[in-house]
């Protein structure tokens, strides 16, 4: 088992910026998906991005489309999600994610990836 664990969140305004980073001890194949996951209070856990190990290809949801950006360094087994333009409604605790081996022809969803970080809280003011 891979542990994960995140770091960068923290409290800032509206339009302020934040950078997440999850770092993977543990051996990360070129086969698999990574993501940053949030969920906020009475709300249920939802996909913000996620990125291929191999390809280095990179999908983010709508709701933060042009806002949030997932990348990785693969010589430092960490991913990043760098958050722009920072709204109330993206208040969470954010956490990472990877799915192991992946052998699908399809895109995972949020019960495929089985290990998990403790996650990182972040609180956007208006």
């Known amino acids: 088992q891979v542990t994960l664990v995140e770091s960068g969140g923290g409290s800032v305004q509206a339009g302020g910026s934040l950078r997440l980073s999850c770092v993977a001890s543990?051996?990360?194949?070129?086969?698999?998906?990574m993501g940053w996951f949030r969920q906020g209070p009475g709300k249920e856990r939802e996909e913000v991005a996620r990125?291929?190990?191999?390809?280095?290809?990179?999908a983010v949801a709508d709701s933060v489309e042009g806002r949030f950006t997932i990348s990785q360094d693969i010589a430092k087994n960490t991913i990043y999600l760098q958050m722009i333009g920072l709204k109330s409604e993206d208040t969470a605790i954010y956490y990472c994610?990877?799915?192991?081996?992946?052998?699908?022809?399809?895109?995972?969803?949020?019960?495929?990836?089985?290990?998990w970080g403790q996650g990182t809280q972040v609180t956007v003011s208006a």
């Open positions: 990125i291929s190990t191999g390809s280095g290809r990179t």
């Open positions: 994610a990877r799915t192991g081996e992946w052998r699908f022809y399809r895109n995972p969803d949020v019960a495929d990836y089985k290990d």
């Open positions: 543990g051996y990360i194949s070129g086969s698999e998906y």
